[in-house]
T-cell receptor
Framework: DAGVIQSPRHEVTEMGQEVTLRCKPISGHNSLFWYRQTMMRGLELLIYFNNNVPIDDSGMPEDRFSAKMPNASFSTLKIQPSEPRDSAVYFC?????????????FGPGTRLTVT | SQKIEQNSEALNIQEGKTATLTCNYTNYSPAYLQWYRQDPGRGPVFLLLIRENEKEKRKERLKVTFDTTLKQSLFHITASQPADSATYLCALDSAGKSTFGDGTTLTVKP
């Protein structure tokens, strides 16, 4: 298996632009997680899905952030409009059985820079 | 408020020694705890998981303990090697959600 795939790997955009990050989880995994990592705040859970349904989005910072999972093999995280403080590395992770008693497999991350 | 604290400073040890990393938490009742390794520019990689009713778990040169009374987990790497140099994250899990500590950066010197 190729593991969790994220695209793009790097994104540089100007403030106010829309940014879409993409994730393909490991085939057969039924839970997907979006995290954000910064030096100041560490690794933070933004939202997670189980069987394509959003279960907990309490970590989404504000309405500018939205996430979708239209099917079991694809998810997007959208920021609109983007702001410089959104600059971070965004990780997608997937797991089997909702992450309960099971490890998460992380993708390589998308490094987002908003200027 | 809920809080997870890992070794406040980076850990430097000599090759062959045992590295011990700590993860303390407050105001959590985790069902289980996980340890991950993260190398620069990469995503975290799962190492070990220990459940609340387990005291200790081992995997090759790795050992994790979990004391729910002390609210602490210890992560040991025996016979450390320079290749073990990385940042190690603990994660507390409850209700299907993981909350990560800030990590401890370990450097093993040859």
């Amino acid at each position: 298996d190729a593991g969790v795939i994220q695209s793009p790997r790097h994104e540089v955009t100007e403030m106010g632009q829309e940014v879409t990050l993409r994730c393909k989880p490991i085939s057969g995994h039924n839970s997907l997680f979006w995290y954000r990592q910064t030096m100041m705040r560490g690794l933070e859970l933004l939202i997670y899905f189980n069987n394509n349904v959003p279960i907990d989005d309490s970590g989404m910072p504000e309405d500018r952030f939205s996430a979708k999972m239209p099917n079991a093999s694809f998810s997007t995280l959208k920021i609109q409009p983007s702001e410089p403080r959104d600059s971070a590395v965004y990780f997608c992770a997937s797991s089997l059985d909702g992450g309960l008693f099971n490890e998460q497999y992380f993708g390589p991350g998308t490094r987002l820079t908003v200027t | 408020s809920q809080k997870i604290e890992q070794n406040s400073e980076a850990l430097n040890i000599q090759e062959g020694k045992t590295a011990t990393l700590t993860c303390n938490y407050t105001n959590y009742s985790p069902a289980y705890l996980q340890w991950y390794r993260q190398d620069p520019g990469r995503g975290p990689v799962f190492l070990l998981l220990i459940r609340e009713n387990e005291k200790e778990k081992r995997k090759e040169r790795l050992k994790v303990t979990f004391d729910t009374t002390l609210k602490q987990s210890l992560f040991h790497i025996t016979a450390s090697q320079p290749a073990d140099s990385a940042t190690y994250l603990c994660a507390l899990d409850s209700a299907g959600k993981s909350t990560f500590g800030d990590g401890t950066t370990l450097t093993v010197k040859p």
